[in-house]
C-alpha cells in the first residue's frame, strides 16, 4: 500500500545563455565549508514564513486563473519560493529586487544574508523533522560542462541551500534529459520521474528543489468501512471514489461568517494535513478572500469535536510551466535579455528560459506501508459532526516546527490522473 504521501518536485529553473558565447574550459570549484547555525536562525526562520505565505497564496490566485474547470491545482510553495531565494543569490539590480519583491522579503527589509540564514536554519530543522514521517527537501545545481559561476555563488548555495552540484553534457540534450531525470526520480523514490521532456542545448545550468513527503496519520483509518459513493465535481459531473470514512475527535471549525468547514488531521509529527471545505456553491467566494490571515484564524479557532469525517481516497498530480506565472507576479526581467545575473556569471549574460514544477498527492486509509493500528477514543454521548468531502475542498499540509506550508492545492476531482 503506497500510503499518504506528497511527493512534490520541483520548482527547475533552467538558466541558458542569451546574448555572449557560451566560454569553455573553466573548471568550478566543489569545496566550501558551513558555518555553524547562528542563534538568530530559528527566529529568522520563523520571519520567512509570512512572507512565503502570501507567495503561496498569490501563486494559488494565478495558477487558479489558469486551470481549466474540473482540473487539480497542487503544488508545493515552499519548494518554489526557496528556488526563487537560491537563483537571487547571484540576481543583481532589478533583477533582485523583482524577485525580493515577489517573494515578499522587501517589505520586512530582508537583507539576502537574512534570507539565506533563514533558509539554512529551515532547512536544518526539516532535516531533523523525521520521527515516524520521511520528509526530504533538497536542492541541487546542474552545471554544463565547463561552465563557471563565480565561485561566492557555488560557496552560498552549499552553505546555505545545502546544495549539491553536478556536471552534465548539454551539448548532447537527451542524455542531459536522462541523468536529470534520473535524479529527480531517484530523490522523489521514483514518484517523479521523465520530469523534463526536453533541454535548450544553451542551457547553462539547471536548479532542482525538491520536497518528498510521507506521512503516517496518526488516527487511521478502518479499511473495512471505505465504501464507493459518488463525488460532485461541479454540477455536471459525478465520479465514483472510494470513500473512507472514520468517526473521532478532530480538530474542527464551522465558520459561518466565511463560509467554510475545517477540520485538522494530523501526522504522526509535527505535520497535518487541514482541509477546508466550502460551502456548497461557495468554492469561488471563498478562493477570492483566502490568504494566510484566514489560515491562521482558522487555525487558532479549531477545537476538539466528535466528527464523522468521510474522505475520498485518491491519488493525484499536477504539473505547471510557471514562467508566465512568475512574470504577472512581478518577476520580469530574469527572463528577459535585460536579466542581471551577475553574482552567477561575469562572463556569460544569464536569463532564466523555463521554469517547471510537478506535484503529486496520496491519499489512503494507513499511511504507512503495512501497518495495523487499533485507537480507541473516548467519544461524548452527543450526535458527532458530519463532514462529507463530496465536492471540491481545498488542501494544506503544514509544518508546524518551521510553520511553513509544505503542499497546497484544490482537489476538484479525486479520480483526474
Given at each position: 500500500m503506497r500510503g499518504i504521501s506528497?511527493?512534490?518536485?520541483?520548482?527547475?529553473?533552467?538558466?541558458?545563455?542569451?546574448?555572449?558565447?557560451?566560454?569553455?574550459?573553466?573548471?568550478?570549484?566543489h569545496s566550501a565549508t558551513g558555518e555553524a547555525h547562528s542563534h538568530e536562525g530559528e527566529d529568522i526562520c520563523h520571519k520567512i514564513s509570512p512572507p512565503n505565505a502570501d507567495f503561496a497564496f498569490a501563486l494559488y490566485k494565478n495558477l487558479n486563473a489558469k486551470t481549466a474547470a474540473g482540473k487539480n491545482i497542487f503544488y508545493s510553495?515552499?519548494?518554489?519560493?526557496?528556488v526563487l531565494s537560491m537563483l537571487s543569490l547571484g540576481a543583481h539590480g532589478a533583477t533582485h529586487s523583482e524577485m525580493f519583491t515577489t517573494l515578499g522579503y522587501s517589505p520586512l527589509s530582508m537583507t539576502?544574508?537574512?534570507?539565506?540564514?533563514?533558509?539554512?536554519?529551515?532547512?536544518?530543522?526539516?532535516?531533523?523533522?523525521?520521527?515516524?514521517?520521511?520528509?526530504?527537501?533538497?536542492?541541487?545545481?546542474?552545471?554544463?560542462t565547463g561552465f563557471n559561476p563565480v565561485e561566492k555563488f557555488m560557496k552560498d548555495l552549499k552553505d546555505y541551500y545545502s546544495g549539491e552540484t553536478f556536471d552534465v553534457d548539454f551539448n548532447t540534450p537527451d542524455t542531459a534529459v536522462t541523468k536529470i531525470n534520473s535524479f529527480i526520480a531517484k530523490k522523489t523514490h521514483d514518484k517523479i520521474d521523465n520530469m523534463l521532456s526536453s533541454l535548450d542545448p544553451d542551457t547553462a545550468m539547471v536548479l532542482i528543489n525538491y520536497v518528498f513527503f510521507r506521512g503516517k496519520w496518526e488516527k487511521p483509518f478502518d479499511a473495512e468501512q471505505t465504501h464507493k459513493a459518488d463525488f460532485h465535481v461541479d454540477d455536471a459531473t459525478t465520479v465514483q471514489v472510494d470513500m473512507m470514512k472514520r468517526t473521532g475527535r478532530y480538530d474542527f471549525y464551522q465558520d459561518q461568517d466565511n463560509h467554510t468547514t475545517v477540520i485538522m488531521l494530523p501526522y504522526k509529527s509535527n505535520t497535518s494535513m487541514m482541509i477546508v471545505l466550502p460551502d456548497e456553491g461557495k468554492m469561488a467566494e471563498v478562493e477570492g478572500y483566502i490568504n494566510k490571515d484566514y489560515i491562521r484564524h482558522w487555525h487558532d479557532s479549531l477545537f476538539r469535536s466528535s466528527v464523522e469525517l468521510y474522505l475520498p481516497k485518491?491519488?493525484?498530480?499536477?504539473?505547471?510551466?510557471?514562467?508566465?506565472?512568475l512574470k504577472e507576479m512581478g518577476i520580469v526581467s530574469a527572463f528577459g535579455d535585460t536579466a542581471d545575473f551577475s553574482g552567477i556569471s561575469e562572463e556569460v549574460k544569464l536569463k532564466v528560459s523555463k521554469v517547471s514544477h510537478k506535484a503529486v498527492l496520496s491519499v489512503d486509509e494507513t499511511g504507512t506501508e503495512a501497518a495495523s493500528a487499533t485507537t480507541a477514543e473516548i467519544m461524548p454521548m452527543s450526535l458527532p459532526d458530519?463532514?462529507?468531502?463530496?465536492?471540491?475542498?481545498?488542501?494544506?499540509?503544514?509544518?508546524?516546527?518551521?510553520?511553513?506550508?509544505?503542499?497546497?492545492?484544490?482537489?476538484?476531482?479525486?479520480t483526474a490522473e
Open positions: 506528497g511527493s512534490y518536485v520541483l520548482a527547475a529553473l533552467l538558466l541558458s545563455v542569451a546574448w555572449a558565447d557560451h566560454h569553455e574550459g573553466h573548471h568550478h570549484g510553495p515552499l519548494g518554489i519560493a526557496t539576502q544574508d537574512q534570507v539565506n540564514e533563514a533558509y539554512k536554519h529551515l532547512l536544518h530543522m526539516l532535516g531533523h523533522s523525521q520521527e515516524a514521517q520521511q520528509l526530504e527537501v533538497g536542492n541541487a545545481l546542474v552545471l554544463r485518491f491519488s493525484i498530480s499536477a504539473d505547471a510551466s510557471l514562467a508566465d506565472t458530519n463532514m462529507k468531502l463530496d465536492r471540491p475542498f481545498l488542501v494544506f499540509i503544514l509544518e508546524h516546527s518551521t510553520k511553513s506550508v509544505l503542499f497546497m492545492g484544490k482537489i476538484n476531482n479525486p
